[in-house]
């Protein structure tokens, strides 16, 4: 089992930065993919980015490419997702989860593991 807990969300006005921590406990996250997922209100939830935790290879939907950056502490069994540039659009609950796995996969319900999530908050 894999427990998952989100962390640094918060209110930003529009261009600001925030980095989100997901710091897992239970089990070492080598092999797993950790991947943030947002839900923005009235939405349905979405992949965001992933990263390997084995191989720190990453991958990023088109919207947050340049803007988001998907890092992690192997030392600390913890992945951040670094927000630049932030916009309203980006405003929703981010959400944490893992999957073991070789492979980037952005489908949700192939993840088992999540965390409770973390409100993010933009203003224009």
């Known amino acids: 089992q894999v427990q998952l807990v989100e962390s640094g969300g918060g209110l930003m006005q529009a261009g600001g930065s925030l980095r989100l921590s997901c710091a897992a406990s239970?089990?070492?996250?080598?092999?797993?993919?950790v991947g943030w997922f947002r839900q923005a209100p009235g939405k349905e939830r979405e992949f965001v980015a992933d990263i390997s935790f084995t191989l720190g290879s990453t991958y990023y939907r088109n919207s947050v490419k340049g803007r988001f950056t998907v890092s992690r502490d192997n030392a600390k069994n913890t992945v951040y997702l670094q927000m630049n540039s932030l916009q309203p659009d980006d405003t929703a609950v981010y959400y944490c989860?893992?999957?073991?796995?070789?492979?980037?996969?952005?489908?949700?319900?192939?993840?088992?593991?999540w965390g409770q999530g973390t409100q993010v908050t933009v203003s224009s």
């Open positions: 239970g089990r070492t996250l080598n092999s797993y993919y």
């Open positions: 989860a893992a999957r073991f796995g070789i492979r980037t996969v952005a489908i949700e319900r192939e993840y088992p593991y």
